[in-house]
């Protein structure tokens, strides 16, 4: 019963934590500066781990599939059933594993170390809002962020998938995506959209909080930093499960 009472009282504070630093986005003073500086972390440093991984997260599933369709004779459908796996899952969730192990790690880490060294209170001292100058912007920047990257990790894995199914495996280049427009939908790519955009927020908020609330020393922050990516990675996984049959409801209701 502590445990549970303990957990509930964390989520609390994670929620009040969150509010609180998406209501200083709309309050004076505006720094879209700190924003653009925090999205660039984000998003354009992880381009070529998030195209590192979509390129061989193509491959793979697409050479995975050809192995159980070529049972059936059913080739065709390599290509429909790679492009509906990353749009649907593969993209915003690897995506997100990514970036939480790249971006958020190192958001964790620099407010921890702002905490410990007293950085956040001196900034306080000096009437500056620490939360509408250091998480905001980062929780801003993530919710954009991984929609963006998770596009490209689409698009990127389509195209690995097209190069293991076509030049690898020797599918017919029009047979490989002659059924894209009759399995893959729009709803298809926004579910994976949908997706993208909270566990950008998940992962920017956790990380920011784990790191704002670090106490201790230098140890602190490294218990802080791993504690903010292990659950951050396990609510990802747990939370698309949840989301998966919220958006599936959403869009095609009972059916």
Known sequence: MARL??????????????????????????????????????????VFIVTL???FTGLVFAIQFYFGFNVINADALVGPASALSLARELAPVFTAVVVTGRAGAAMAAELGTMRVTDQIDAMEVMAINPLQYLVS????????????????????????????????????SSLFYSHLSEFVEIQDILQGLIKAAFFGLMFSTLSTYTGFTTSGGAKAVGASTNRAVVVTLVLILVSDYFLTLGIRFLFYGDS
Do not use: C, Q
């Open 137 to 172: 912007p980062r929780i801003l920047a993530g919710f954009i962020a991984l929609p963006i990257l998770s596009t490209l990790f689409l698009f990127i894995g389509n195209i690995g998938a097209y190069m293991a199914g076509v030049w690898l495996l020797g599918i017919d």
């Open 5 to 46: 009472t303990i957990f509930v009282e964390e989520v609390g504070n994670i929620m009040i934590f969150m509010f609180r630093a998406i209501y200083w986005l709309i309050k004076t003073p505006y720094r879209p500066n700190i924003f653009l500086e925090h999205f660039y972390f984000i998003a354009n440093k992880s």
């Open 53 to 55: 991984t979509a390129i």
